[in-house]
């Protein structure tokens, strides 16, 4: 815990995301290259391939999302999924565990309010 990362399910889609993208700039670099037909062609196919590779990794980003385990975040009390025994919130990037060595620790509640509760009780 405490690394900076966005969560697994999010990178995935990021990266679909971008493939698309790609795909797209791909298909239209081809147009640059409307002299020679085989060049134009090999540009659509590359990028069209992009766009089905980004389709693909959109199915799998459906299939693991149903295996995934919806908790609600502690910190921004939004429903996110998580993948794997550490993830982070799909949201504000709160690290979470589904770890049983730290499950019954209720770690959420004591490391997430530390400074905001706390302000009132002192005066
Ligand atoms: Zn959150």
Same mark, same amino acid.
């Given at each position: 815990?405490?690394?900076?990362?966005?969560?697994?399910? !999010?990178?995935?889609?990021?990266?679909? +995301?971008?493939?698309?993208?790609?795909? &797209? =700039?791909?298909?239209?670099?081809?147009?640059? &290259?409307?002299?020679?037909?085989?060049?134009?062609? =090999?540009?659509? +196919?590359?990028?069209?391939? /992009?766009?089905?590779?980004?389709?693909?990794?959109? &199915?799998?980003?459906?299939?693991?999302?149903?295996?995934?385990?919806?908790?609600?975040?502690?910190?921004?009390?939004?429903?996110?999924?998580?993948?794997?025994?550490?993830?982070?919130?799909?949201? /504000? !990037?709160?690290?979470?565990?589904?770890?049983?060595?730290?499950?019954?620790?209720? &770690?959420?509640?004591?490391?997430?309010?530390?400074?905001?509760?706390?302000?009132?009780? =002192?005066?």
């Amino acid at each position: 815990m405490g690394i900076k990362y966005s969560s697994k399910i !999010n990178k995935i889609r990021t990266f679909a +995301l971008s493939l698309i993208f790609i795909g &797209f =700039i791909v298909m239209y670099g081809g147009i640059f &290259f409307k002299s020679s037909m085989w060049l134009m062609t =090999i540009f659509m +196919l590359l990028g069209l391939l /992009c766009i089905i590779a980004s389709t693909v990794v959109y &199915f799998w980003i459906g299939m693991l999302s149903t295996k995934a385990v919806q908790v609600t975040c502690p910190t921004c009390n939004k429903h996110t999924k998580m993948l794997g025994r550490v993830d982070l919130c799909m949201y /504000c !990037n709160e690290p979470l565990t589904l770890d049983p060595a730290l499950d019954g620790k209720e &770690f959420d509640e004591k490391y997430n309010r530390k400074d905001t509760k706390k302000a009132d009780s =002192i005066s």
